[in-house]
């Protein structure tokens, strides 16, 4: 079909995710994609962008690989589907098991399989609730989770997500979930050193769980570098400061690597980046690369032990799990993907590209008046942009929508950037693949984009 019947169809009959919907309903998509090969997108009329998201931080090894594509139809054609229930198993998922333990960032022991992100998360919860039930504690029940946080969008991890936008009409979050500040420099560090803001935000938990009670959390759950809340790396010393204090309140910490997982840091896994010590880790997206929808929560022996042991006394099996865990056809997606970032050595991609991606946003970026931060590392980044910077942050109206502009604006020069929400934040994030003359290419449209923008609003 031609590209204006593509997306008249797709105005009739879709919604979307995170799209206003009376907007989508009226005007039709943005834009319909019909192929990708690299960091290339491909629209219905034949017009190329430079995805410099990598989907939502997901195409790690970049579209159109044929080494995923054939594993995936390899493994469809010899075991298409093959549950996990009552300790049913097959070859793929028990291999991935194998490698993702062998692979964790620290020791860890047993691994589950889901779908997404979201339902990754919901499951940390149920087992950090069937663990503190299981070894009488049952009032354990209460999770802290981080402003600016994002966990995904089913009830729980909805809730555990601290961005206001996304609660707003779904009665969230849940009573149980407490947020705590996030670890951001420009806002709630301003004016401090990394230490004076690391004894901040300790100080925040320390409040948060004596005002809760220590008896009444179960975990926290934390990104080694927050993605979607703002590309905000935590400052130096942060996470053994904050570990020290869930350690000593047998409060169990959750790493959601579902961004920073295989590689985006440059490192394997942000927890090792950020000198992490999670009790669970949560991955999904780099996975597979996105070639199929598979999550995973990997286990510590500590965990493991008591709701194998104890769980299994009081409740009989361990009653939960989705029709796709373990999909066969995902645990080779996830194999394949593996094996081409390992091959082909992508960490050291992701590094040096990364350090030319950092280089860039900087040049282009830190020395305007409107830009209040220029973060990330390797190959995550943001700019952030605000109305005045000195003597500490001003935002703009939010009514303006600098930063959703800014993306429009670099999208009709063919590049395909995000807008992060609450924020005037833009992300970049593309697959370890990209070039440096196309991060280049990304990083220019960007700051023409934003200097027409500004342009606008300085009129
Ligand atoms: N956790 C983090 C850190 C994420 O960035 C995301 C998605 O962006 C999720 C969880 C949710 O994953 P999904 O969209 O696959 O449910």
Same mark, same amino acid.
């Given at each position: 079909a031609a590209a204006a019947d593509l997306a008249e169809i797709d105005r009739r009959y879709s919604f979307h995710p995170f799209t206003a919907l009376a907007d989508h309903e009226r005007d039709g998509p943005s834009m319909v994609i019909t192929g990708g090969k690299g960091s290339t997108l491909t629209d219905a009329s034949g017009r190329d962008y430079i995805d410099a998201m990598a989907g939502l931080w997901c195409v790690n090894v970049g579209y159109g690989r044929t080494e995923l594509a054939d594993a995936m139809r390899d493994q469809a054609a010899q075991l298409s589907y093959c549950h996990a229930f009552s300790s049913m198993s097959s070859d793929k998922p028990a291999l991935l098991a194998e490698k993702l333990i062998g692979m964790a960032p620290v020791p860890m022991s047993k691994v589950f399989f889901g779908n997404s992100g979201s339902d990754a998360n919901d499951t940390q919860v149920k087992l950090v609730w069937y663990y503190n039930n299981a070894r009488g504690? *049952? #009032?354990?029940k209460k999770i802290i989770a981080r402003q600016r946080g994002y966990h995904g969008v089913t009830v729980m991890s909805g809730g555990m997500t601290g961005l206001p936008g996304l609660h707003a009409g779904f009665? @969230? *979050? @849940? *009573?149980?979930v407490k947020h705590v500040m996030a670890p951001r420099k420009l806002w709630? #560090?301003? #004016? @401090? &050193?990394d230490a004076e803001f690391v004894a901040k935000l300790v100080d925040d938990l320390e409040q948060t769980i004596a005002r809760e009670g220590a008896d009444t959390i179960g975990a926290m759950i934390a990104e080694p570098l927050m993605g979607a809340g703002g590309v905000l790396a935590p400052p130096p010393g942060y996470y053994p400061a904050i570990q020290a204090v869930l350690r000593r309140h047998d409060i169990l910490l959750i790493a959601d690597? %579902?961004?920073? +997982?295989?590689?985006? =840091? #440059?490192?394997?896994f942000g927890t090792t980046t950020m000198g992490m010590e999670p009790d669970l880790i949560t991955v999904a997206k780099g996975l597979t690369s996105a070639y199929f929808p598979l999550s995973a929560c990997i286990v510590s022996e500590k965990v493991w032990r008591v709701i194998a042991d104890e769980g299994s006394k009081a409740y +009989?099996?361990? +009653?939960h799990g989705y !029709?796709? &865990? &373990?999909?066969p056809v995902g645990a080779a997606a996830a194999l394949a993907n593996l094996q081409l970032i390992e091959e082909e050595q992508m960490l050291g991609k992701v590094r040096s590209t990364g350090a030319h991606l950092q280089a860039k946003l900087r040049e282009a970026f830190?020395?305007?008046? @409107? %830009?209040g931060e220029v973060r990330g590392q390797a190959l995550i980044g943001a700019v952030e942009f605000v109305k005045s910077k000195d003597g500490g942050p001003v935002g703009f109206d939010?009514? =303006?929508k600098v930063a959703p502009r800014i993306v429009k604006g670099a999208l009709a020069r063919g590049v395909i950037g995000r807008a992060l929400p609450n924020a005037d934040s833009v992300a970049f994030s593309p *697959?370890? $693949? $990209? !070039?440096e003359a196309e991060v280049e290419k990304a990083v220019g449209a960007f700051r023409d984009a934003a200097d027409e923008v500004l342009g606008e609003l300085r009129r």
């Open positions: 504690k *049952p #009032g354990k009665d @969230l *979050p @849940l *009573p149980f709630e #560090g301003h #004016g @401090l &050193s690597e %579902v961004i920073c +997982g295989f590689g985006r =840091l #440059g490192d394997m +009989g099996a361990f +009653g !029709t796709y &865990s &373990s999909h830190a020395d305007h008046p @409107l %830009v939010p009514a =303006l *697959p370890f $693949i $990209i !070039t």
